[in-house]
């Protein structure tokens, strides 16, 4: 083979690429030149806030209450009651030491009952002295009933000698407490005791003494004034104030939840409590709850935030519940370039007709979608060609969807509704002829099939993080447990700006406190 074959060869190759490329130039659509839509923005999304509340029943238990109660209540009393015999007993002292037994601490529907043993010894020491006759029947008939016999007889013949009498004391005291809360903090017990003794006659002589008679008002005035000390330091005691401050200051903070993607800044679950919520102690066989709660305005935040939450003077009090709850309204934000990539995702490489009939064949290679009033403009580079012998012949355009998003909540995907070819890409299709213009209607319903947006993937996650972000503010230590659970997470709404698209998320659980131990 010589040069000139060669050379021969090349330009014959040479001839044939520009024959080919005139030829396509020739018959291929011409490039769809289109301007771009206007677009009308709508109004900024409002501030990025949701109102949660997390109510959560606070149980006593009544062991803890009974350790407390054991660790402060005075053990021992002791008294001098008044003698009802000083006019016949000389230099006469009755004295008494009772001391308490453990505490027994029950439970009934609003009322919390506590109860001791007392026991004890009862002392009578003095001398009996000589009176009037006269004056003696008339305060022995007065003494009748308290001491029994014929008193002014017994008092003559034994007139002069002295005594030292004792007796056992066995009694119990039954304190009961109907416990409630007030609007500013203020816990009043409401407490009542009684007390009981089991009587016992001492002899004195030919006198027979109510031993229970003398020491019953003496402890009925101790107890009483211990239960009122205790009422009026309940009442004025601030400690559910000054406990409720601490983990106000702790929940007013933001908590981070990490990035939601690769490539993504980390974000921040704000947590700015506004009110604080109980409900009247309830009472059973168990435990004293108190159901204790707070609303609180949620919004997630790209940065970590420092919020200001005033602490309420006021409790809102309302009705008692059996299960703490749990729900957080949690506004999610999407930027527009993230919508995009997901629909892009679903429908980029999809061909129409999808069965390859028709003269024409429409691909879609990229979306991108935007914002504008009350509704979202799908942008599609398609690739436009004509089918059979040159059916690599074809021209890109931007072919432009109206759609209304719509959020379906059975199913958490966002989908379109009411997908409408815009008026130029209608004009793009025409310049194609008939054939690409029968493309539009199968065009539109695929991407009001297809073109969805699957949020499951960001519940999951929104509700693992949440729950990591929630879980973490429970307190654990000794005596005192708590536990916060997320079990659902649900998107219920969307909006969106000229930028971003929210999705509304209301995250549901259970939360609870047990106390077993008040020893701090």
Known sequence: MGIRTIILGVLVVVVSFVV????????????????????TPPPPLPPLTGTSTVLAPTAISLAAIREALDAHAPRDFSGQPQSPLSKFLSNAQLKFAVARGPLSVTGQPGVLVVTTPLTGSFEALGTLTGAVGSGLNSVGGALGNLLGGNVGQQVENLAGKAFDQHADIQGTVTTTSRPTIATNWRLAPNLAAQINVVDVVLPIGGFKLSVGSAVKPVLDKMVHDQTSRLEAYLRSDPFIENAARAEWANLCRSVPLGAAATGTPNLFLEIRPVHAIAAQPKIDAQAVTLLLGVQAQTRIVPNQTKPDCPFPQQLDLVPQA???????????????????????????????????????????????????????????????????????????????????????????????????????????????????????????????????????????????????????????????????????????????????????????????????????
């Open 20 to 39: 080919a490329t005139l030829v396509i130039d020739a018959l291929s659509p011409p490039p769809v030149k289109q301007e771009k839509v206007a677009l």
């Open 322 to 520: 059996n299960e703490g709850t749990v729900n957080v309204a949690v506004p999610i934000d999407i930027p527009f370039t993230e919508v995009s990539r997901l629909i892009e995702a679903q429908v980029a490489g999809k061909t129409f007709p999808e069965d390859g009939s028709g003269a024409f064949a429409v691909k879609i290679k990229q979306a991108t979608i935007a914002a504008s009033g009350d509704r979202l403009l799908i942008s599609l580079l398609v690739n436009m060609r004509k089918r059979g012998l040159f059916s690599f012949f074809g021209t890109d355009a931007i072919v432009n969807v109206w759609g209304r998003p719509v959020l379906d909540r059975q199913n958490q995907i966002l989908r379109f509704a009411d997908v409408t070819l815009d008026m130029q890409s209608n004009a793009a299709f025409g310049l194609l002829g008939a054939a690409a213009q029968a493309a539009t209607p199968l065009l539109q319903k695929t991407l009001a099939e297809e073109a969805v947006i699957d949020l499951k993937p960001l519940a999951a996650d929104a509700k693992k993080r949440i729950a990591a972000a929630i879980g973490g503010l429970a307190k654990q230590t000794p005596g005192l447990t708590a536990n916060v659970t997320i079990n659902d997470l649900r998107l219920v709404g969307i909006a969106y700006d000229d930028k971003t698209l929210r999705v509304i998320a209301n995250a549901d659980g259970t939360a609870n406190v047990a106390v077993t131990s008040l020893a701090k």
